[in-house]
Nanobody
Framework: QVQLQESGGGSVQAGGSLRLSCAASGYTFSRKCVGWFRQAPGKEREGVAV??????YYGDSVKGRFTISQDNAKNTVYLQMNGLKPEDTAMYYCAADPPPCVTDGDIRPGLFHTWGQGTQVTVSS
């Protein structure tokens, strides 16, 4: 059974840091696009970051603050989030699929079909 499991969410104050993990079971991240997305209440799901082999893409709102990385031995992808802001508050999801990873440079949720259940991140001011 394919499962993506996110962990590492929580509540922090503005300026703080969190590291999210996405571990796969029954599924390999090898040669797959693996992305992080987020969705705040009342808003559309937004692409945060994607990694595919040596290629990495970030959403404009997180560039310079978030870092995506991949540990192939552990079949796990991480999202290091620094300088968190209240507007980063959302449910964060990981997702994976074979390429393409982006369309016209945009990280689009519609390109991904294997999703985790999400982990909540709350940033207070």
């Amino acid at each position: 059974q394919v499962q993506l499991q996110e962990s590492g969410g929580g509540s922090v104050q503005a300026g703080g840091s969190l590291r999210l993990s996405c571990a796969a079971s029954g599924y390999t991240f090898s040669r797959k696009c693996v992305g992080w997305f987020r969705q705040a209440p009342g808003k559309e799901r937004e692409g945060v970051a994607v990694v595919y082999m040596t290629s990495i893409y970030y959403g404009d709102s997180v560039k310079g603050r978030f870092t995506i990385s991949q540990d192939n031995a552990k079949n796990t992808v991480y999202l290091q989030m620094n300088g968190l802001k209240p507007e980063d508050t959302a449910m964060y999801y990981c997702a994976a699929d074979p390429p393409p990873c982006v369309t016209d440079g945009d990280i689009r949720p519609g390109l991904f079909h294997t999703w985790g259940q999400g982990t909540q991140v709350t940033v207070s001011s």
